[in-house]
Structures are given as structure tokens and as C-alpha cells.
């Protein structure tokens, strides 16, 4: 399932002063991704650029319950954008653009029987950096890194 890249659609607001002036006008553009996860990939359409990533959590998760993937909760998602987790951001200021990929992985709760840590691993640098690697040659557009 690997996602193509979908025509923008833009909406333009703008932010009234207190007399009802227009102050500034801003575009907003709404982002087609592809989700890309350890069972495969999906395409997630309509996210608004300047959504938060945590938005992007629930719309994750809303579309893993919609297709019974089983998706973990918001909260217990990390988000990974060209090898790095995001977080507490919008996606324009993460780097994000139409038609990029990014890696959802689960984050591991941590204790044992008795009641020691442990901790479970999450796939590897490693293994994301060749996952996003090998969806980046499938898309002909890999940089040299």
C-alpha cells in the first residue's frame, strides 16, 4: 500500500483584531500521509497541516478503530518523522509536507511479575531508519544520508 501523493486543498483564514480588522491571513493546507507501521502502511488523508502532532495521534487511532487495526491510544504512540520522534509540535513546524511518510510505533509499558522494571523493546533505530530507508527507494525519492 503505498500511498501517492494527492492534490492540496488549501482554506484560508482570517484572525480578526478586537475592532474586527483582519490582522493577518494565513493558509492552512490539508496533508495526505501514509502511516507506516510494523503489520504494513495507510494512507491518512485530510490532516491539516497546522494540526498538532498529538491530533495526529487521535486521528491515528480513530482510523485504527474504523478498520479494526487495533491502533494503541494516543497516548501511547510515538510518532517518528525522517528518524526522528516529534512530539509537542504542529506537523508544518516538524517539516512535514504532502505526501510524506512517517513510522507509528507503540510505546511499552514496563513491569514485570515482581514488580521490577523491565523494559520491553521498541523496534530499533536501526530497524526504523530501514523502514523509512525502503519506503523512501518504493517512492524514488531517496536522499543520500
Same mark, same amino acid.
Request: glycine share 8%.
Given at each position: 500500500?503505498v500511498?501517492?501523493s494527492?492534490e492540496?486543498?488549501? +482554506?484560508?483564514f482570517?484572525? +480578526?483584531? /478586537?475592532s474586527?480588522?483582519?490582522?493577518?491571513?494565513?493558509v492552512?493546507? =490539508? *496533508?495526505? @500521509?501514509t *502511516?507506516?507501521?510494523?503489520? !504494513?502502511?495507510?494512507k491518512?488523508?485530510?490532516?491539516?497541516? #497546522?494540526?498538532?502532532?498529538? +491530533? *495526529?495521534?487521535?486521528?491515528v487511532?480513530?482510523?485504527g478503530?474504523?478498520?479494526?487495526?487495533?491502533? /494503541?491510544?494516543?497516548?501511547?504512540?510515538?510518532?517518528?518523522?525522517r !528518524?526522528?520522534?516529534?512530539? =509537542?509540535?504542529?506537523?508544518?513546524?516538524?517539516?512535514?509536507? =504532502?505526501?510524506?511518510?512517517?513510522?507509528?510505533?507503540?510505546?511499552?509499558?514496563?513491569v514485570d511479575?515482581?514488580?521490577?522494571?523491565?523494559?520491553?523493546?521498541? /523496534?530499533?533505530?536501526?530497524?526504523?531508519q530501514s523502514?523509512?530507508?525502503r @519506503?523512501?527507494?518504493?517512492?524514488? #525519492?531517496?536522499t543520500g544520508?
Amino acid at each position: 500500500l503505498v500511498m501517492r501523493s494527492e492534490e492540496k486543498e488549501r +482554506a484560508s483564514f482570517a484572525m +480578526a483584531g /478586537p475592532s474586527g480588522e483582519k490582522v493577518s491571513e494565513a493558509v492552512v493546507s =490539508d *496533508l495526505t @500521509l501514509t *502511516l507506516v507501521t510494523l503489520a !504494513g502502511q495507510e494512507k491518512v488523508e485530510q490532516v491539516p497541516s #497546522n494540526a498538532t502532532v498529538e +491530533a *495526529l495521534r487521535s486521528l491515528v487511532h480513530e482510523l485504527g478503530a474504523r478498520k479494526g487495526l487495533g491502533y /494503541p491510544a494516543p497516548e501511547k504512540q510515538r510518532i517518528v518523522y525522517r !528518524g526522528r520522534e516529534i512530539k =509537542d509540535c504542529t506537523l508544518e513546524q516538524a517539516g512535514v509536507i =504532502d505526501g510524506s511518510s512517517f513510522v507509528m510505533v507503540e510505546k511499552r509499558s514496563v513491569v514485570d511479575s515482581l514488580s521490577q522494571p523491565v523494559i520491553e523493546k521498541s /523496534p530499533s533505530k536501526e530497524v526504523i531508519q530501514s523502514m523509512t530507508r525502503r @519506503l523512501a527507494e518504493e517512492k524514488g #525519492n531517496l536522499t543520500g544520508r
